[in-house]
């Protein structure tokens, strides 16, 4: 029997790789912190007192230029990128297909080591872009709304391969600056959320690391403020994430009594609402945060009463919030259906009269699969019965 108790070890069936070595033999360089690739240098043979600076210059080829070529890297002596290109390489995943929205929504698999596939997805707004990045392959959770939900866990990404889904994105849109050009300080990948494939506090590490990377400054430069992270509930981790990375904060609420919860976020069961309010009290605080994101999904008949609208206004009570409606993206064979739009609107404006920010959020990308919920690796969107798909969640029937 699982032990879902709250002082239960936080335990994974994840196959790992090495951090940063690909089959090759050459260290990957994306996705290393600045100790990271200061160690790996001084390893090479770089010499101590020349470290730093050699950190500084060639972090800025790779995540300010967006440079891959060590040949390119111009201000490096010829034979110090003849031993880095000897030593390195500058890698990404691979992009294996490419859809585009009738919004403009951009959906991306790509390829990673071992020969997995992860799914990430671009939304332009009008004064923003959005990318949606994945932590995982597959997920563990098992989130019976959820599409990514239904397939299994396989791996943790490495850092490498999560700054990776931003380098590509920004690849694909021709974001990289051009030398000589006059400074454009426009942004279309100006926001990162970690709501793609897979829990990224099951994945700290890497995730914080990749994180560090994407907000420093003188790279990519994405601000901690345009970094969201979603996570289920790993309770343990939300304050480590506070402190370790500071970047907003989501949850993936989505019902308002243990009941209910249980069976749509299983995880629920291990950290429950009260244990998992409990930290997030304390969240803002410890991450200079202004709010906590509470993303509730909206499924007819199962969370959308008026009754939840009062119940959730009660719980959250006290922590600075706003409350993102999504109606649910119903797929192939998902057990729910979306609530009505009468019945949002009715919820919305009870959460909204209490005093809380509770924007619905427009579905994006539907038409590819590539809205909130509906992440599923191409070669793992095997069509199951909605029959099949319930039993596995726990659940008696829709």
């Known amino acids: 029997m699982t032990d879902e108790s709250p002082s239960a070890p936080i335990t994974q069936d994840v196959v790992t790789i090495p951090r940063n070595l690909p089959a090759g033999g050459k260290v990957n ?54 031993m880095l290109a000897e030593r390195f390489e500058i890698a990404l995943p691979e992009i294996v297909t490419r859809q585009v929205s009738a919004d403009g929504t951009r959906k991306y698999l790509l390829r990673i080591a071992g020969g997995h596939e992860v799914e990430t997805v671009y939304i332009p707004e009008e004064n923003r872009g959005t990318l949606c990045i994945s932590s995982q392959v597959g997920c563990t959770l098992t989130c019976s709304f959820c599409h990514t939900g239904t397939q ?52 700290f590490e890497n995730v914080r690391d990749a994180m560090k990377v994407v907000m420093d400054g003188e790279g990519l430069t994405i601000s901690r403020r345009r970094i969201t992270l979603s996570t289920s509930g790993v309770v343990p981790e939300i304050a480590r994430t506070a402190e370790e990375i500071g970047c907003l904060l989501a949850v993936s609420f989505h019902a308002t009594t243990d009941d209910v919860r249980d069976k749509l976020v299983p995880i629920n069961k291990r950290w429950n609402i009260e244990t998992l309010l409990a930290a997030l009290r304390d969240y803002p605080r410890l991450s200079n945060s202004e709010r906590i994101t509470f993303e509730y999904v909206m499924l007819k008949g199962v969370n959308d009463s008026d009754e939840d609208a009062r119940r959730l206004v009660r719980l959250i009570r006290g922590i600075p919030a706003k409350i993102n409606l999504i109606p649910f993206n119903e797929w192939p064979g998902a057990p729910y259906q979306r609530s009505d739009w009468e019945r949002i609107e009715a919820f919305a404006d009870i959460v909204y009269k209490a005093g809380y920010a509770s924007p619905i959020r427009t579905p994006r990308g539907e ?27 726990g659940l008696s029937g829709p």
């Open 152 to 203: 299994k866990l396989v791996r943790n990404l490495t850092a490498a391969e999560i700054v990776g889904q931003v380098m590509l994105a920004r690849d694909d849109l021709g974001e990289w600056p051009e030398p000589g050009a006059p400074k454009d300080e426009t942004r279309l990948v100006s926001n990162v959320v970690l709501m793609g494939m897979g829990e990224p506090l099951y994945n």
């Open 367 to 393: 038409d590819i699969m590539a809205a909130c919920g509906q992440l599923k690796s191409a070669t793992e969107r095997a069509r199951k019965s909605r029959a099949e798909i319930a039993a596995e969640a």
């Open 29 to 82: 360089l994306v996705g290393l912190t600045r100790e990271g690739l200061h160690d790996a240098l001084i390893a090479a043979g770089t010499p101590e007192r020349q470290a730093k600076m050699r950190v500084g210059q060639i972090w800025q080829w790779i995540y300010h230029w967006g440079v891959r070529d060590f040949a390119a890297m111009t201000n490096l002596a010829k034979d110090y990128r003849a």
